[in-house]
């Protein structure tokens, strides 16, 4: 007889991403003639969840090395940029409860895209890209079928549990 079981686990109960581009004026002290290079570096970034939303708040560094005084110069800017994104959530169990573990993952590190001279010469105009993904994990119920009817010692004598073993592949967790 087939009998149902109701057992209380930890799932991924949510989860959302977004993409964003931004830009940023950075105003060196110097007259930019030309840009040399754009990175994006130190990225850090915490999140939370607020409402059916999570909130992930960071930063990151711009470092831009431009010539000056008529090419004749070169100098880098660094300039912090702090951000604060919304990510909706698609709820795959809508029952789920104390779904307050966010898991959130950078699927893009913050990127300098492009680089350039405002049309007055006086900024550098960085455009920049991120992606970031998160989950939430809660409690929610699985039902299970399972049947009173226990084998007993002599149901097991011709069943081979190396033969079944076998079949396993034990690589599932590498990452190569």
Not at 58 to 72: C, D, K, M, R
Request: with cysteine; charged share 30%; glycine share 4%.
């Amino acid at each position: 007889m087939t009998e149902y079981r109701e057992i209380i686990t930890k799932s991924v109960v949510a989860k959302g991403r977004k993409y964003v581009k931004s830009k940023h004026t950075v105003q060196p002290p110097h007259k930019p003639s030309s840009i040399l290079g754009c990175w994006i570096i130190n990225h850090k970034y915490a999140a939370k969840k607020t409402g059916h939303k999570i909130e992930v708040n960071g930063s990151y560094e711009l470092n831009v090395w431009y010539s000056h005084h008529h090419n004749t110069k070169t100098s880098v800017i660094i300039e912090n940029v702090s951000y604060n994104d919304e990510i909706s959530l698609r709820y795959r169990d809508k029952d789920a409860r104390n779904d307050h573990e966010v898991i959130a993952r950078v699927l893009q590190q913050p990127n300098c895209i492009e680089a350039e001279i405002s049309e007055k010469g006086q900024h550098i105009v960085v455009h920049a890209e991120r992606e970031i993904a998160a989950e939430c994990v809660g409690e929610t119920k699985v039902c299970v079928a399972f049947t009173n009817e226990y084998p007993g010692d002599d149901d097991w004598e011709d069943y081979d549990l190396d033969e079944e073993l076998e079949h396993i592949n034990q690589n599932v967790f590498d990452h190569e």
